[in-house]
């Protein structure tokens, strides 16, 4: 028998984050983050002596001083106390409809922050991997909001662990392309940035395409994989194991931190892909799988249900523990999937594109690894 101590995953829980509203049409629902805690509980996947939960219910300015300048700080502290909007505020990205002001908007983005900065903790301080549900909020630039995000706790993430010594990938399969981490360390060969996402030619923000590679030193550290419509989980495993997981593996890093957003989901109502859960899980396994130590943060996801069987299925994979549905127990069949795959009742049916749509697709998905190849691999 082994009695070896098994390295313990940490559940970052901010119980505050859920209060929030950002507007009430808004898609964004921070709520969500005590529907995952509380999926995650009920499952037992939180009570085993493997795990940790940590609980986190403040945050520090200064937290955010190594990315984000002081003036864009005060702009957000005094958004956080509502009113009305200014043009200061406007001019940063605060105020609009996509990045709305509301009471407390500072104490959420402070414990967001705080909340990443805990996972990073307790993965330098050897836990095997952390999940910080309420974080990935990759769109947030160092003076200016973006895409339902504040600020940049993947960027302060980063940054801390590289200050710790620590050599770091940073691995997005969110629909969104990352372009606030991307543009954070675009020169910097010391971290690899691989984003997975629908393509700029169809969705915000409208980048992120395969030569935008970095400049500088950090020429070949910058890789972006758009994704055509449509993509189903076959495509995208295919572009994750030949690129993501190759660039990875050449780079060597200590830390991974990865943003898990689950807004690739075919029934997504943002985004344009035709992907399941089963094609992100399972990408997410094959990474675990080689690079064990793994700060995992949450982002985007704007159907309640893809974002809470996602997130469960995710933190099942980083804690290792198997699952107890406590809700009648797994269910299998057709409509439910396979009963033999842990956590089936949560997983997705699987559903392919065919035909000339997945020819087209399959050969897209070529092109791309061939540019890697090509273009990328040789600075590796």
């Known amino acids: 028998m082994n009695n070896e101590k098994k390295e313990k995953a940490a559940f970052i829980h901010a119980p505050g984050l859920s209060e929030f509203k ?12 005590e529907k995952v805690y509380e999926m995650c509980k009920g499952r037992g996947l939180l009570s085993d002596p493997s795990v940790a939960v940590i609980k986190i219910d403040e945050g520090k300015r200064e937290d955010l001083e190594s990315f984000h300048t002081s003036e864009y700080i005060d702009i957000l502290e005094r958004a956080g106390r509502g009113g009305e909007v200014d043009i200061d505020m406007i001019y940063h990205g605060v105020g609009t409809m996509e990045n709305p002001i509301f009471n407390g908007l500072f104490r959420f983005c402070l414990l967001s922050v705080a909340s990443t900065l805990e996972a990073v903790e307790r993965v330098v301080g050897g836990f095997k991997s952390a999940f910080n549900p309420c974080g990935g909020f990759h769109h947030a630039h160092s003076d200016r909001a973006g895409g339902f995000c504040y600020v940049n706790d993947a960027v302060i993430a980063i940054k801390k662990l590289k200050a ?11 629909a969104h392309h990352g372009d606030g981490v991307q543009e ?3 020169d910097d060969p010391e971290v690899l940035t691989v984003s997975a996402h629908e393509s700029g030619k169809t969705l915000f923000p409208w980048g992120g395409f395969e030569k935008e590679i970095g400049t500088g030193r950090g020429m070949g550290f910058n890789i972006n994989i758009p994704l055509q419509l449509d993509t189903d989980d076959e495509v995208f495993t295919l572009l994750f194991d030949n690129i993501v997981i190759d660039s990875v593996k050449r780079f060597n890093p200590d830390v991974i931190v990865g943003q898990f957003g689950t807004d690739s989901s075919a029934t997504d109502p943002l985004t344009h892909l035709k992907m399941t859960n089963n094609g992100y899980i399972e990408s997410i396994k094959l990474l675990h799988e080689r690079f064990p130590k793994i700060v995992a943060l949450g982002g985007g996801g704007y159907n309640m249900k893809d974002v809470v069987n996602g997130w469960t299925l995710l933190w099942s994979e980083l804690s290792g523990l198997e699952q107890n549905s406590g809700y009648g127990g797994a269910i299998g069949g057709v409509l439910m999937g ?21 020819e087209d697709l399959m050969e897209g998905a070529e092109k791309l690894i061939s540019n890697y190849i090509k273009n990328i691999q040789p600075f590796l």
């Open 338 to 358: 396979d009963s033999s795959i842990q956590g089936s009742d949560l997983r997705d049916m699987r559903s392919y594109v065919s035909g000339p749509a997945k």
């Open 184 to 186: 954070a360390f675009y």
């Open 22 to 33: 950002f507007s009430p049409e808004h898609p964004f629902k921070p709520v969500r983050v």
């Open 164 to 174: 710790l010594g620590r050599r770091v990938a940073y691995v997005d399969i969110d």
